[in-house]
């Protein structure tokens, strides 16, 4: 699929990068582009050689939001029947690891986007927010559940009644994001860290990361045995081996996904 109208994508070694590329629209979510989110996120997850993915935004904006113009006829009738929302399943269902670099504003499905990756880097300039109330709606693809998981309630409560932004330090004070990075450094960041994501065992990583999202979803009793049936089914693969000998062979592993 390389019809792709408003991303791009660039393998780096073995990290997917993908631009969001609607900048005269702060990348604005149309469901044309959901669609290339989701469609390029499987592709790359399908990939043998990829190992990581990463998300930014072309412009200075992540993404605003979903695309206010496209919505603002629409009746609920015709969004139930037309169920948009249920590409964003498909995000949570990608098992390798994605890492959003929020170069800037990332608001309402914006905001949902980057909390839908597993990793948050941010510039120094990035804005979060949950705009929605000012235009007579509510955060709709899993805003109201991932801030409140993350932050709580009453932070969650606080921004998306307020629909006020906050800055990457708040953001990363509130627990939401991983780092702050200087603008100009945050691609490259990013990139160097997904690389080091890239080297580790890639069963293990993806097993790391079912486990981890159990974690949010279950008792600890259930998780940890979720936990320890994905440790021992770790020892069926060959980089459970390598990485074992590697180390009492005092040398660097080299691992295989198998
Ligand atoms: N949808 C469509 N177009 C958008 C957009 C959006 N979400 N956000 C920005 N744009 C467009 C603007 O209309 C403008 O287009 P024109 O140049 O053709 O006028 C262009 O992008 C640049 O934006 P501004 O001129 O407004 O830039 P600014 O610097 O003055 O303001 C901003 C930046 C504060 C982010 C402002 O653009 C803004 O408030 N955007 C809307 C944010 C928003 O409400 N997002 C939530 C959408 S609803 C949603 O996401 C529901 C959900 O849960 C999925």
């Not at 990290?15 to 990348?27: E, H, K, S």
């Not at 998300?55 to 979903?66: I, K, V």
């Not at 109201?144 to 709580?152: F, S």
Request: glycine fraction near 8%; proline fraction near 3%; hydrophobic fraction near 45%.
């Amino acid at each position: 699929m390389d019809n792709l109208l408003f991303l791009e994508k660039e393998r780096k070694g073995p990290v997917g990068l993908i631009r969001l590329n609607r900048p005269n629209v702060l990348n604005a979510l149309n469901r044309q582009l959901i669609s290339e989110i989701v469609q390029t996120f499987e592709e790359y997850d399908r990939d043998e050689e990829i190992r990581v993915i990463v998300l930014t935004g072309n412009g200075r904006a992540f993404a605003a939001g979903a695309d206010i113009e496209e919505m603002a006829d629409e009746d609920a009738v015709g969004m139930e029947l037309l169920n948009q929302f249920a590409d964003w399943d498909r995000i949570t269902a990608v098992k390798k690891p994605i890492i959003a670099a929020v170069n800037g504003f990332a608001l309402g499905g914006g905001f949902e986007l980057a909390l839908a990756c597993d990793l948050l880097f941010a510039s120094e300039t990035a804005k979060f927010g949950f705009p929605e109330v000012n235009l007579g709606v509510m955060p709709g693809a899993g805003g109201t559940q991932r801030l409140t998981k993350a932050a709580g309630k009453t932070k969650a409560l606080e921004m998306i009644w307020s629909g006020e932004m906050i800055s990457a330090e708040e953001a990363l004070r509130l627990n939401l994001i991983n780092r702050v990075i200087a603008p100009e450094l945050l691609l490259e960041e990013t990139l160097a860290f997904a690389g080091k994501i890239a080297e580790k065992a890639p069963l293990a990583v993806r097993l790391i990361k079912e486990s981890v999202y159990k974690a949010l979803d279950i008792s600890i009793y259930e998780g940890m045995q979720f936990e320890r049936k994905n440790f021992y089914l770790l020892f069926a693969s060959e980089d459970q081996k390598e990485g074992m000998q590697a180390f009492m062979e005092k040398r660097k592993p080299v691992f295989k996904g198998k």
